[in-house]
C-alpha cells in the first residue's frame, strides 16, 4: 500500500514541470511535498488521482498504474484518495450534515459498499468525522455562511474524511490560515494521519507546517527533486533554497509566539 512515482515527466507545451521524478511514499507515513509557486506540486497531486497523465513514466497507486486505468478503475482509486483543498469549497446550500454526509450519498461511493448506507449510518458516520475534527452536534443544521472559515475548513475535512479513505492529499492545507488556525489544521492533519493510519501527502509552500507534522519532506524545484529526507536532515541542509525556506519559519514561529501570547492575555 504505496504510491510510487516512477521516472515521471510532465509538461505543458514548452514548460517541463516535472523531469524524471521518483519517489515513494510509504505506508502509514506523512510526506511533506514543499516548492515554490508554480513548482508543480498541484501537478503532482493531480497524477495520484489520475486527473493528469504523465507525457513519460508511471504512477503507482497499491501497485496498480494510474496511468493506464480505465475510468471504472479511476474512480475507485480516487474513492480511496480524499483531496482536501486549500478552500474549504462546502456547498452553501447544504447544511454542515448534507455537506458533511455529501459523498456518502454518492451513487459512486454506494457502490463500493456490499449494501446501501442507511440514513442512520450516514448520520452516526457525520457525527464521528465531526468529533474527529473537533466540532459537535450543534453545528449540525447551520449552513456554511453561518460558521467561521476555520469551522468550514474543519467541516470540508470531515467531509474528505466521510468515506474513510485510505489516502489523504492535502494541496496547500495552511495557506492563507492566522497562525493560530494554521497551528490547529497542522495538529489534525498530524492526528488523523496517525489516529487514522492513512498516509498523508501536503503540499505546501510552508516550510514551517513541514517541520511540525512531516515524517519526510521532498523538495520540487524546477523539475527535479532537490531533496527527499527526514526532518532532521532538512534542518541540517546546506542548499540555498532550503536554508531560505528554514529561514523563514524563524519569523513565522515569532508571530505564532506573539499571537498565542495575545490570545491568553485575551481569555
Ligand atoms: N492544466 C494545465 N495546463 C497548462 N499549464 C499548467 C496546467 N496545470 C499546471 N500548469 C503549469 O504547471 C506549473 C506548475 O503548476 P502547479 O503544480 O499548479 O504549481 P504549484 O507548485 O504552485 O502547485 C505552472 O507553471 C502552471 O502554470
Ligand atoms: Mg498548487
Avoid at 142 to 159: C, W
Avoid at 214 to 235: M, N, P, Q, Y
Wanted: with cysteine.
Amino acid at each position: 500500500m504505496s504510491i510510487v512515482f516512477e521516472k515521471v515527466s510532465k509538461a505543458f507545451g514548452t514548460k517541463e514541470v516535472l523531469r524524471n521524478v521518483s519517489f515513494e511514499v510509504k505506508k502509514g507515513e506523512i510526506l511533506f511535498i514543499l516548492g515554490k509557486s508554480g513548482m508543480g506540486k498541484s501537478v503532482t497531486l493531480k497524477h495520484i488521482v489520475g486527473v493528469l497523465k504523465p507525457d513519460s513514466g508511471n504512477v503507482w497507486v497499491d501497485q496498480q498504474n494510474v496511468t493506464s486505468l480505465d475510468s471504472f478503475q479511476l474512480t475507485q482509486i480516487r474513492r480511496r484518495c480524499g483531496m482536501v483543498f486549500q478552500h474549504p469549497a462546502l456547498l452553501d446550500s447544504l447544511s454542515v450534515f448534507d455537506n458533511v454526509a455529501f459523498g456518502l450519498r454518492t451513487p459512486q461511493y454506494q457502490q463500493t459498499l456490499p449494501t446501501p448506507l442507511t440514513e442512520k449510518q450516514i448520520e452516526e458516520a457525520v457525527v464521528s468525522k465531526l468529533q474527529l475534527v473537533h466540532l459537535g452536534t450543534d453545528i449540525l443544521k447551520r449552513f456554511p455562511q453561518e460558521i467561521s472559515y476555520g469551522m468550514q475548513k474543519r467541516v470540508s475535512l470531515a467531509r474528505t474524511l466521510a468515506p474513510a479513505p485510505e489516502y489523504l492529499l492535502f494541496d496547500e492545507p495552511t495557506t492563507g490560515l492566522d497562525p493560530i488556525t494554521t497551528e490547529a489544521v497542522n495538529s489534525l492533519i498530524k492526528d488523523l494521519s496517525h489516529t487514522l493510519k492513512v498516509t498523508s501527502v501536503v503540499v505546501s509552500h510552508d516550510m514551517a507546517c513541514a517541520l511540525k507534522i512531516a515524517d519526510r519532506v521532498l523538495v520540487l524545484d524546477r523539475g527535479g527533486i532537490l531533496a527527499h529526507d527526514s526532518v532532521a536532515e532538512i534542518r541540517r541542509s546546506k542548499e540555498p533554497l532550503i536554508r531560505d525556506f528554514l529561514s523563514e519559519t524563524v519569523s513565522l514561529e515569532a508571530q505564532l509566539g506573539a499571537s498565542q501570547l495575545i490570545n491568553r492575555g485575551a481569555s
